[in-house]
């Protein structure tokens, strides 16, 4: 049986880098001000909610446009390692997010704190990723102005998506969050987190047990999921740019998903329908938070959040016994039928 819909006590929120990013512009200051104003204003339903909210941003074009600009400006200014380079988005985007947040509660009439955490998340240095960088980065550029820049700058550019081609970078997998008891102990205090921005700023253990940054973006999906797990929340949110998560994404034949079982949505990633450095790494993320001890993630867009939330749309991801008893009907929901709460209630 469908159980309805309840708003989680605890919720994480993972919101994608490009959703941060104005699609048109440059990403000029004011740009990325109102950009994440709209982000508030989206997300003020959920940051309203009497409840216990992390939230985990993505960096992947703020932090390939710092690459770029270092790149540009080398023989001036010291080029700095991109550890330090994920740290300086970190720090950026919790400001700009957490300032828009408390605007927009503030003028809501429902202030509340918010603060943004600067998070080391530990890697495996033996980690394959390092040596097959997948994570897209930076502006989009024509596949002749990338190959130009890789040529320039010894970088790797791949194509992303269909939407162009940009930097790579390595991508090693979250393996802890450090000091993740400060996002408990601010989250239990009704302040809004925001914590492991763009993924976390990566870095490595040595053998006396100190840590040191690693050059990699870490995939902040991931991120999000695994500090869910340790936080014992149950239910992950991801937003990006697409109401829907698809098969045969971007083909005549592309069909959005409303709900999944987790075996579905794992036959789904083996058969190639979510690319590594998009799609792949939100799908991995949900896969991994559901084994581990979570019980529903919801993707979506920004500006469906709170209806996706509702159960009125988004692409929802659900243990299999949970989606065992749906009927012919709730199945027919993968083909365009968006099902309200009162079309639940009678499920
Ligand atoms: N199967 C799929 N279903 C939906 N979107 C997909 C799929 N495969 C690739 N995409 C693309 O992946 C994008 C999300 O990845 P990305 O932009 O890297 O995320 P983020 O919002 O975290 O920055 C979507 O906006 C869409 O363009
Ligand atoms: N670090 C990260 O996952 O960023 P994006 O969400 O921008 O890809």
């Not at 960088?133 to 550019?157: H, N, Y």
């Not at 949505?265 to 792949?280: E, I, N, T, V």
């Not at 749906?326 to 709460?341: Q, Y």
Request: charged share 20%; net charge negative.
């Amino acid at each position: 049986m469908t159980q309805p819909f309840s708003v989680p006590r605890r919720l994480i929120v993972a919101v994608g880098g490009n959703a941060l990013d104005p699609a048109e512009g440059r990403g000029t200051p004011e740009e990325q001000k109102a950009i994440a104003a709209a982000t508030a204003r989206a997300m003020l339903p959920l940051l309203e909610l009497d409840n216990q909210l992390v939230v985990v941003h993505g960096n992947g074009p703020q932090v390939g446009k710092l690459l770029l600009a270092n790149a540009a400006a080398q023989d001036r200014v010291a080029p700095q390692s991109l550890d330090i380079l994920v740290a300086q988005t970190q720090g950026a985007l919790a400001y700009i997010l957490a300032q828009a947040f408390e605007n927009a509660l503030r003028e809501a009439g429902n202030p509340r704190h918010v603060v943004g955490l600067v998070t080391q998340v530990e890697v495996d240095r033996h980690d394959p990723a390092f040596a097959n960088p997948t994570k897209p980065v930076g502006p989009f550029f024509s596949e002749a102005q990338a190959k130009a820049l890789a040529a320039e700058l010894g970088v790797t550019v791949r194509e992303d998506s269909g939407r162009g081609w940009r930097y790579v970078v390595p991508s090693p997998k979250p393996k802890h969050i450090c000091d993740v008891s400060l996002v408990e102990a601010l989250m239990c205090g009704r302040t809004v987190v925001i914590a492991g921005g763009g993924g976390g700023i990566p870095v490595l253990r040595d053998e006396a047990g100190r840590r040191r940054g690693v050059e990699a973006v870490i995939d902040k999906d991931l991120t999000a999921a695994v500090m869910a797990n340790v936080l014992g929340i149950r239910d992950m949110m991801i937003l990006t740019a697409v109401p829907r998560v698809a098969i045969h994404f971007g083909k005549p034949e592309q069909l959005d998903l409303a709900r999944a079982s987790l075996s579905e949505m794992k036959r789904y990633l083996a058969q190639g329908h979510f690319p590594a450095g998009s799609m792949g790494p939100k799908i991995e993320a949900a896969i991994r938070f559901l084994e581990t001890g979570g019980r529903r993630v919801i993707i979506t867009s920004l500006e469906t959040a709170v209806p996706a939330l509702m159960g009125e749309t988004g692409t929802h991801i659900v243990h299999d016994h949970e989606a065992e008893g749906e009927d012919e009907a709730a199945a027919d929901a993968n083909s365009r039928l968006l099902r309200t709460p009162a079309a639940l209630a009678t499920a």
